[in-house]
């Protein structure tokens, strides 16, 4: 069982930055390729960015392409999300998800929010405009 909680968010303003973390319990973290969704109100959960066991590969959904950087360091079982350029409409709960290290992850599973076996609680981010 992997455990994930998520930190960092809060209230910004359009054009503001945030770091947002995410620290797993499982001390075989290496094994896992992680994820970010968001959920906005009224919306579905939606992929934001992903990442492989060692950093090597990583991938973002279009709409923050060149604003948001994930990032991992597993000597501290965390997870990263920078957001930068924040706009209104990425106001929504950042979740951090768990799946493990495959080649599925590869071929497209890492932007399916059923292919992740572990979620955190997740962190608000409300950005005004």
């Known amino acids: 069982q992997v455990q994930l909680v998520e930190s960092g968010g809060g209230l910004v303003q359009a054009g503001d930055s945030l770091s947002l973390s995410c620290a797993a319990s499982e001390r075989t973290f290496v094994r896992y390729a992680m994820g970010w969704f968001r959920q906005a109100p009224g919306k579905e959960r939606e992929f934001v960015a992903a990442?492989?066991?060692?950093?090597?590969?990583?991938y973002y959904a279009d709409s923050v392409k060149g604003r948001f950087t994930i990032a991992r360091d597993n000597a501290r079982n965390t997870v990263y999300l920078q957001v930068n350029s924040l706009k209104p409409e990425d106001t929504a709960v950042y979740y951090c998800?768990?799946?493990?290290?495959?080649?599925?992850?590869?071929?497209?599973?890492?932007?399916?929010?059923?292919?992740?076996?572990?979620w955190g609680q997740g962190t608000q981010v409300t950005v005004s405009s």
């Open positions: 998800a768990a799946q493990p290290e495959r080649g599925t992850f590869y071929s497209g599973s890492y932007y399916l929010p059923s292919r992740y076996n572990y």
């Open positions: 990442i492989n066991w060692n950093g090597g590969s990583t």
